[in-house]
């Protein structure tokens, strides 16, 4: 799985950089060309199946499941970074969300 919590920030923010102009180059007109194909299906109905219109939409929801995908590593990245900033500014608490600051409030319990 993606464990950026170990790797340098340069590499998240380059990770970080490179998902979001992945994200952008393959939505770019994604809604549009799903719009066409629902319509033209609708109009021409079996005969748009016949001419490969199902396949198509097939391949634009595999596209979409692609440009998820990199939204999700784009909000993992950006969630690590944040977290790195508000420890390093000092104000850890405020960086954590759920387990990690479960763990971080029961480390610091048992060190007191």
């Known amino acids: 799985m993606l464990n950026v919590t170990r790797w340098p920030a340069l590499a998240v923010i380059a990770l970080a950089g490179l998902s979001a102009v992945a994200l952008a180059f393959i939505s770019v007109n994604l809604f549009a060309i799903a719009m066409a194909n629902f319509?033209?299906?609708?109009r021409h109905g079996l005969v748009a199946?016949?001419?490969?219109?199902?396949?198509q939409l097939l391949q634009l929801t595999g596209t979409g499941?692609?440009?998820?995908t990199?939204?999700?590593v784009f909000?993992?990245?950006e969630a690590e970074l944040v977290f790195r900033y508000f420890r390093w500014a000092g104000r850890v608490e405020a960086g954590m969300t759920g387990r990690r600051q479960l763990r971080f409030r029961r480390e610091r319990k048992d060190k007191t």
């Open 39 to 42: 319509d033209f299906i609708q």
């Open 49 to 55: 199946l016949r001419e490969g219109a199902l396949v």
């Open 75 to 77: 909000k993992i990245c």
């Open 70 to 72: 990199c939204y999700l």
């Open 65 to 68: 499941l692609v440009a998820l």
